[in-house]
C-alpha cells in the first residue's frame, strides 16, 4: 500500500522534476484569454506550441508572451513541435529554429508520413531523432503504438516516448490498449506518454490506470464548449488515473466472483 503524500509522486524528463501529468497544447482556443486560464485551471508544467503555426501566422504577435505569462504563474515549460513536417531533414530544420527562437533544448518531434491519418512516419522519424539527439536536443517523439519503432527511437537517443492513442484530433481515446500495455510491460523504465487522440477525461484516466506517466492533448480542451472547465476537468482524470495505478486497479475476471460471502456462520444484527 502506497503511504506517501500525492505531492509527493513526480516524474523527471533528464533532470527535471515535474509533478503535472497533463501537457497541454495551445492551438483552436476561442481567444488568448480563454488560453491562459485553461492553462492555469490544467495546472500543467509542458505547454506545447507549433512553430510552423507561428511562422505561418507572420510571427507570435505577442501568443508567445501570453502563454509564457500563463505559464510563469505555474512553473511551466514551453515545448515547441515540429508539426507539419514530412521529412527527417525538414524536421531538424525546424527544430534548430525553435531552439533559437525560444531559448530551449526541448522539442517535440513530429515527422508526418500520411496526410489523412497524421500517422508518423517510421523511418523519417528515427532519422530526425538520431540527428537531434546528437545536436544536443531532448527529443519528445510523436509515434505509434508499435514497439519495434518506439525501441529504434530509444536507441537513436530519445529519452521517452510519446505513442499515440488515436490518430490527431479524432478523439476516439485508446483505440489499442492492448499494443499500449504491452509497451508499459516491455519498456517498464521509460517515460510513456499517451500524445493524440483522446477526447474526453476518461480517456486520460485510463492511460493512467495503464501505467502510463503522463497524457498529451489539444483538441479536446481547445474544441470543447468550455475549454476552462475542460481543462479543470481534465486534471483531475489525471490525478484519478494516476491514484488508481498506484493503488493498483483489481485484475478483470471473465466470470462472476461473489463479493459477498455465503458459507459460514451468517451475520447477526441485534
Not at 522534476?17 to 476561442?30: I, V
Not at 484530433?169 to 506518454?193: C, D, H, K, T, Y
Not at 464548449?225 to 475476471?253: C, H, K, L, T, W
Request: charged share 20%; with cysteine; net charge negative.
Amino acid at each position: 500500500m502506497t503511504t506517501d503524500k500525492p505531492g509527493d509522486d513526480h516524474w523527471h524528463v533528464g533532470e527535471v522534476r515535474l509533478a503535472s501529468r497533463f501537457l497541454l497544447g495551445t492551438a483552436g482556443y476561442p481567444s488568448p484569454q480563454v488560453l491562459g486560464d485553461a492553462i492555469a485551471a490544467s495546472g500543467t508544467q509542458i505547454v506545447t506550441v507549433g512553430l510552423k503555426r507561428q511562422l505561418a501566422a507572420g510571427g507570435d504577435n505577442g501568443f508567445i508572451d501570453i502563454i509564457r505569462a500563463a505559464m510563469r504563474r505555474q512553473g511551466a515549460r514551453l515545448l515547441p513541435n515540429t508539426a507539419g513536417c514530412t521529412t527527417a531533414r525538414e524536421a531538424v530544420q525546424l527544430a534548430h529554429m525553435a531552439r533559437e527562437l525560444y531559448d530551449t533544448p526541448w522539442v517535440k518531434l513530429e515527422v508526418v508520413g500520411d496526410d489523412y491519418t497524421l500517422q508518423p512516419d517510421p523511418v523519417e522519424l528515427v532519422e530526425a531523432a538520431r540527428q537531434l539527439a546528437r545536436d544536443g536536443f531532448t527529443v519528445f517523439p510523436y509515434c505509434t503504438d508499435d514497439l519495434v519503432t518506439c525501441k529504434r527511437l530509444l536507441d537513436a537517443g530519445c529519452p521517452l516516448l510519446m505513442p499515440w492513442g488515436a490518430p490527431i484530433g479524432s478523439g476516439q481515446g485508446l483505440i489499442n490498449p492492448f499494443a499500449l500495455r504491452l509497451l508499459r510491460e516491455r519498456l517498464p523504465g521509460v517515460v510513456l506518454i499517451v500524445d493524440a487522440g483522446i477526447g474526453a477525461p476518461s480517456h486520460a484516466a485510463q492511460a493512467l490506470e495503464l501505467g502510463f506517466d503522463a497524457v498529451l492533448l489539444n483538441s479536446a480542451v481547445s474544441q470543447s464548449s468550455d475549454p476552462v472547465r475542460m481543462a479543470g476537468a481534465f486534471r483531475q482524470a489525471i490525478e484519478a488515473g494516476r491514484a488508481a495505478y498506484r493503488a493498483g486497479v483489481m485484475a478483470r475476471q471473465d466470470f462472476a466472483v461473489a463479493t459477498t460471502p455465503v458459507t459460514g456462520n451468517p451475520l447477526l444484527i441485534g
